[in-house]
């Protein structure tokens, strides 16, 4: 339970392979029965490497990511989510995807790593503006993957 949300995390370029592409992932989970104050406000996401930067928004609940109407990217693949869309809904540019193992998979960004010189890529989820309680969260990590 808290009421400041924030997970960061970050790795040098170095450590990728270069000239490769690559996507930054959240993975998470929202306990079903124990969730609470997660989709009262929409989270910040980020992913900054060097000077570029790529920011969003997502709201960490599975009825967002499994009931509404918000059209977003899995894997390639545009998908349609049925139902209405409600005021907290067109504040969100992020939807996560649910994978097979049931967690959570919001894609934070895409980037190209050149390999001709180091940078830091920096990964953030943050919801530091609301006041209420938020619980039910797990965090299995900041995924960055080859495309």
């Known amino acids: 339970m808290t009421s400041w949300l924030e997970v960061e995390g970050k790795i040098n370029t170095r450590i990728l392979s270069p ?4 996507r930054a992932c959240l993975i998470v989970q929202v306990a079903h029965h124990r969730t609470y104050g997660l ?3 929409p989270c910040e996401v980020s992913i900054e490497v060097g000077e570029l930067c790529s920011r969003g928004t997502v709201i960490l609940s599975h009825d ?7 059209e977003h990217v899995c894997d390639g ?4 989510i ?8 067109d504040m969100v540019s992020r939807v996560g995807c649910e ?5 959570l998979e919001i894609a934070l960004s895409d980037f190209y790593n050149e390999g001709l010189c180091e940078k830091e ?8 503006n609301g006041v209420h309680l938020k619980g ?12």
């Not at 000239?19 to 690559?22: D, E, G, I």
């Not at 693949?77 to 349609?80: G, P």
């Not at 994978?99 to 967690?103: F, I, P, V």
């Not at 890529?121 to 530091?128: C, Q, Y």
């Open 19 to 22: 000239n490769t592409m690559y």
């Open 39 to 41: 989709d009262v406000e």
């Open 64 to 70: 967002a990511c499994t009931k509404r109407s918000l």
């Open 77 to 80: 693949n545009k998908v349609k």
């Open 82 to 89: 049925g139902g209405s869309r409600s005021r907290l809904e």
């Open 99 to 103: 994978r097979k193992d049931g967690w």
């Open 121 to 128: 890529v920096k990964m953030s989820l943050r919801e530091v």
């Open 136 to 147: 039910g969260l797990i965090v299995e990590a900041l995924e960055i993957r080859p495309l």
